[in-house]
C-alpha cells in the first residue's frame, strides 16, 4: 500500500510519497505549489494528501504533464545529498543556459520522444561546441532515467542518439625537462610543496587542499585521501567510493612535508595564531587556501618561467606520464588517481598506454632478433 509523509530538509518542505513497489519520489511542496514563500505545514499536508489520492487513482502520484523544466528542477532537487557542490552546479547552470528558456524545456515529459531529442541536438550544437552538447544530453539522460524509476515516462528520449564528433585538445603535459626546470626554479614558492605532492601523488586539488597532517603516516610513507575541498572552501567527501584510497609517497616528497610542518609550526607560533583545522595547506591567517587563487598563481609562475601554460589537473597527466613510462601497472595507476574504473584510466590515457605499448613491441622485437 501507498504511503507518505512530510519531510523538512534545511528549512524546506518535501513531501515523500512510496508506492506499492517500494519506489520513493520526493518533492518540493514551495515549488509544486508554485509559491513565492515558504509553504506552511498545512499547505504541505493538504499536497501530501492530493498525491496520495493521485497515486491511488492513476498509479502516478506525479503526473507526466509536468514540463521539462520543472521536472529537471525537482530532479536536481531529489539528488541533492549525493551530487557534489560543484556538479549540482554545473548541472543547474547547463540546464539554465541550454534548457530551461529552450522550446523543449518548456514541452511536457510525455509529449518528448527520440525525433524531438534529435532536432534539439541539431539546434544544441550550431550554438555551442561538441563536448557541452555530449555533456548536456549526457546530463538530461540521466534525468530521463530518474522520469522512468518515477513512472512519468517509459522510454529514455535521451538513447542512442546522434551526437556531434568531440576532438578533444591535446592536453599540455610537461616534459621531464621542464618539470626539473620548475624544480630547480621553484624551490621558495609558497606552493612549491603543493605542487610537488600533486605531480609525485597524482591527487586531484581539492584533496590534496583538504589534507590533514594526520592523514599523512610519515613512517608507513602513505597518504590517507578521504575527502575533498570544494571552490568555497567547504570539505566534501570524495566524487566518488574509489577516490577514498590510501597511496604511497616517495621520500623526497616526505622530506619536503616534513620541513613544511615545521616551517607552519614556526609561522604560527611566531604569529600567536591557532588555525581551527590541522590542514595540511594553509593560507597566513591558517584558513584552507582558496583554490581558484593556487590555480592563478601558479599560471602566473609559468608564464614568469616561460614554461607552457598548465592547470592543476593537469599535473595529474603529468603524474601518470611518469608512471606509464616506467612501465608501472595499469591497475595501480588506477588506484593511485582514484579512478571508478579501469575504462576511465585506459580511455583518458590511452595516448600515453599507447606509446608504451610500442615501446612494448619493440622490446618484443630486439628479443626475437637477438635469437
Known amino acids: 500500500m501507498s504511503s507518505g509523509l512530510i519531510r523538512e530538509i534545511k528549512g524546506n518542505l518535501y513531501v515523500v510519497i512510496k508506492d506499492d513497489n517500494g519506489s520513493i519520489t520526493t518533492r518540493s511542496v514551495k515549488k509544486e505549489l508554485a509559491l513565492n514563500r515558504k509553504p506552511t505545514r498545512k499547505e504541505a499536508e493538504k499536497l501530501l494528501a492530493k498525491k496520495l489520492m493521485e497515486l491511488e487513482e492513476t498509479g502516478i502520484a506525479f503526473s507526466s504533464s509536468v514540463k521539462l523544466s520543472k521536472f529537471l528542477e525537482e530532479w536536481l532537487e531529489s539528488r541533492k545529498d549525493e551530487l557534489a557542490d560543484t556538479t549540482l552546479k554545473q ?8 534548457v530551461y528558456h529552450s522550446s523543449i524545456g518548456k514541452l511536457p515529459l510525455k509529449k518528448i520522444n527520440k525525433a524531438i531529442m534529435q532536432k534539439y541536438v541539431n539546434t544544441l550544437k550550431e550554438k555551442t561546441g561538441s563536448r557541452q552538447v555530449k555533456y548536456v544530453i549526457s546530463t538530461l539522460h540521466a534525468a530521463f532515467k530518474t522520469a522512468i524509476a518515477w513512472e512519468l515516462i517509459s522510454r529514455n528520449p535521451a538513447e542512442n542518439l546522434s551526437l556531434p564528433k568531440y576532438n578533444s585538445k591535446e592536453k599540455t603535459v610537461w616534459t621531464i625537462e621542464q618539470l626539473k626546470y620548475y624544480m630547480d626554479n621553484c624551490k621558495k614558492d609558497v606552493y612549491y610543496v603543493l605542487i610537488i605532492l600533486l605531480i609525485t601523488t597524482g591527487m586531484r586539488r581539492g584533496e590534496a587542499l583538504a589534507l590533514d597532517w594526520s592523514d599523512i603516516d610519515f613512517n608507513m610513507q602513505t597518504v590517507s585521501i578521504t575527502k575533498s575541498l570544494t571552490d568555497e572552501r567547504q570539505i566534501k567527501e570524495p566524487k566518488n567510493k574509489s577516490s577514498i584510497r590510501k597511496i604511497s609517497v616517495p621520500d623526497s616528497t616526505l622530506e619536503l612535508l616534513k620541513q613544511h610542518r615545521k616551517n607552519q609550526l614556526q609561522w604560527y607560533m611566531a604569529r600567536c595564531i591557532r588555525p581551527e583545522n590541522n590542514a595540511v595547506f594553509t593560507s597566513l ?9 593556487i590555480l592563478r598563481h601558479f599560471k602566473e609562475e609559468c608564464k614568469r618561467l616561460d614554461l607552457p601554460e598548465t592547470n592543476l589537473h593537469q599535473l595529474r597527466h603529468l603524474h601518470v606520464s ?5 612501465n608501472v601497472d595499469l591497475v595501480d595507476v588506477q588506484h593511485r588517481v582514484g579512478h571508478a574504473k579501469l575504462s576511465t ?5 590511452s595516448h600515453l598506454i599507447q606509446t608504451t605499448e610500442k615501446r612494448t613491441a619493440e622490446k618484443i622485437e630486439n628479443f626475437i632478433q637477438s635469437l
Not at 285 to 293: A, E, H, I, V
Open 345 to 349: 584510466t585506459t580511455d583518458i590515457y
Open 285 to 293: 591567517d591558517g584558513t584552507y587556501f582558496f583554490p581558484r587563487n
Open 322 to 326: 611518469i608512471l606509464v613510462s616506467q
Open 91 to 98: 548541472y543547474q547552470e547547463n540546464f539554465e543556459r541550454h
